[in-house]
């Protein structure tokens, strides 16, 4: 069978949809401004197909307040509007002629082109979900439209509790609409679903119980309980108009009924899920990873390459943890059995339950405070670091990663989010936690991120999976070399456990996806030789499964990042300052890999210069 979205294009309901979308601003006033009006137009289209990232980036007033009760229209109608936008739009960009344009200008162009040719290329596969254009959720693409980390049902709730910001009864009505844009949503989500099972895609028999699990958790959760509406009855709690009962109503009327209809759909499709992990057991499922990992990490890198790479790097890691752990008195085994020993050690453990979840909360503020203070070692160039901690909603945890982070608002109101999942205390330990919290939040996801709004809004809202995850990996690096672990050696085996975890990732993303290992196999091969928690690598897998070549572009951005900085060093000698190649990384926006060493040879030619 020849698969194809287009068909739906034809119909007068994409025509009419599509017309509805912003329009072209022609500019008879040179290329300059020209090339302005298109990335303009590119902005406000974004924006308007994915009202979320207008209220993560605090631009849902003014012009955009109309998005501030929208939501993205999940539907097969909706994506397609949104596909031929894509199409129509790039066709434009194509016919730029960057040489006549400014260097900044030309780099703008290319980089936003990059994402508009990506997501053209995604949208040619009939099924999935593909996200490099929203971007609250663009560092994941997924061939299922629900799994246990896709999908409304685990997206939206946390974002309107964090994101749709509540201070007026306007406010508050907005919130309600997109309660029932939300039951929209999964049911848009439960309708593609059920057209890609008819094409024979459909999860994994292990995603696809846990993603059940989590929606009958719901389901069977009172709801004045849930997330969604205890958020509202909190935040509007001092405005006139019962809008806890309201979110109640909403919630047991439309939104309720439509996750019993997702469940339904799914169970109907359950007897048909086999445990293929990879997607390679899909349609077209070869095509569809190397579209994925060449998304995810913004290279030509083969799936091939990629695996050879996550074993050198591995090696490489495991002969600078070796002496580390023979220092403590870990001589026995393998450096990955080595550190499973050293998880169990009673010394590097928060206690169980609630207890032991206030104490990581502790640790965290602690290590956020002493980070801070070294920053200026780093930067010239500084940021406020505007970010709150928050734990993952207990009703997702199950099918969450052990933490996630990014930046606030642009408007500087919203602050940035360091989520960590505290299901269980044991998912953390006291030599790996530091690390994760430079990770996510400083000089990690939510320092970097602040540095993306000195760029025009477009390259603001554009974000990379290789860029900002390369350079977490690389902020982890940072606070390694301003000597945090100097006095816990221990703590610097978490570090590099940490590189290592992400070499493994590369190893085993592509051993599931173009080398057809078992999910089971995926487990034990990286237990054995990283010596991660059993539990977390669980997790892991099933996130890779879902979201294919997502995992790679860590390390593969982490070194790149890393080989620019040996390219600068050699390049300028004595003018190299370590604080101002990382501003030229930061500052220099979230690009492409394939752009960022064009970044980077600007900078030593300035610095050159100078």
Not at 116 to 124: C, L, N, T
Not at 129 to 152: E, I, K
Not at 300 to 317: C, I, K, R, Y
Request: hydrophobic fraction near 40%; charge should be negative.
């Amino acid at each position: 069978m020849t698969l194809s979205r287009r068909a739906l294009l034809q119909s007068s309901v994409a025509t009419a949809a599509v017309a509805a979308l912003p329009a072209a601003c022609a500019s008879a006033d040179g290329p300059e401004k020209s090339v302005s009006s298109l990335l303009d137009e590119a902005t406000d289209f974004m924006l308007t197909a994915y009202p979320e990232s207008a209220s993560s980036a605090g631009l849902d007033t003014g012009k955009y307040a109309f998005l501030k009760s929208q939501l993205t229209d999940r539907s097969s109608e909706g994506q397609e509007v949104i596909e031929n936008k894509v199409r129509e739009m790039l066709a434009r960009m194509r016919k730029v002629d960057t040489a006549s344009l400014a260097p900044d200008q030309a780099l703008n162009v290319d980089v936003v082109r990059s994402v508009f040719e990506r997501s053209a290329d995604g949208f040619d596969f009939p099924y999935g979900d593909m996200a490099l254009l929203n971007t609250n959720w663009s560092y994941r693409n997924s061939p299922y439209a629900v799994a246990q980390n896709t999908g409304a049902f685990v997206e939206i709730p946390s974002f309107l509790d964090s994101a749709h910001s509540i201070e007026t009864s306007e406010d508050a009505d907005a919130y309600l609409s997109r309660m029932e844009a939300y039951a929209g949503q999964l049911d848009g989500e439960t309708e593609r679903t059920a057209a890609a099972g008819d094409l024979g895609v459909i999860l994994p028999d292990f995603l696809m119980t846990k993603t059940l699990g989590q929606l009958h958790g719901a389901a069977g959760t009172p709801a004045e309980n849930w997330g969604i509406v205890t958020s509202l009855a909190l935040r509007s709690a001092d405005l006139k108009g019962d809008y806890a009962d309201k979110a109640k109503l909403i919630a047991e009327t439309k939104i309720g009924p439509a996750i019993e209809r997702q469940i339904a759909a799914l169970e109907a499709l359950a007897p048909r899920a086999t445990n293929n992990a990879g997607v390679w057991a899909q349609p077209e499922g070869e095509a569809y990873y190397a579209w994925a990992l060449k998304a995810g990490t913004t290279t030509t890198m083969s799936p091939d390459d990629v695996h050879e790479m996550g074993l050198d790097e591995l090696a490489a890691l495991h002969a600078r943890m070796d002496p580390i752990l023979r220092s403590i008195g870990y001589t026995e085994g393998s450096v990955g059995a080595r550190m499973t020993a050293l998880s169990a050690d009673p010394r590097y453990k928060f206690a169980d339950g609630d207890e032991g979840r206030a104490e990581i909360m502790a640790f965290i503020d602690a290590t956020l405070d002493d980070i801070r203070a070294r920053m200026p070692q780093a930067f010239e160039t500084l940021v406020p670091g505007f970010l709150e901690v928050t734990r993952i909603a207990p009703e997702v945890e199950a099918g969450a990663p052990g933490a996630y982070g990014g930046a606030g608002s642009i408007d500087g109101k919203q602050p940035g989010h360091f989520w960590i999942n505290l299901r269980t205390p044991d998912l953390h330990n006291r030599y790996t936690l530091a690390d994760l919290t430079y990770h996510e939040a400083i000089p990690g996801h939510v320092w970097q991120g602040e540095y993306t709004f000195k760029q025009p809004l477009i390259r603001s809202l554009l974000a990379f999976n290789a860029y900002s995850e390369g350079w977490a990996l690389y902020a982890e690096q940072i606070a390694d070399e301003l000597g945090v672990y100097d006095d816990f050696p221990v703590g610097r085996l978490g570090y590099l456990q940490s590189l290592a975890f992400r070499a493994c990732r590369l190893v085993v993303d592509t051993g599931l996806h173009a080398k057809r290992w078992t999910r089971e196999q995926a487990i034990d091969w990286f237990v054995t030789n990283n010596g991660s928690n059993p539990d977390e690598v669980q997790s892991e897998v099933d996130r890779y499964c879902a979201w294919p070549g997502q995992a790679c572009g860590y390390k593969v951005g982490h070194s790149a990042i890393v080989g620019l900085r040996e390219k600068a060093k050699a390049a300028l000698g004595e003018r190299y300052d370590f604080r101002r190649f990382n501003d030229a990384v930061v500052l220099g926006g979230s690009v492409p890999m394939t752009v960022l060493g064009r970044v980077i040879d600007d900078y030593i030619a300035r610095e050159k210069a100078a």
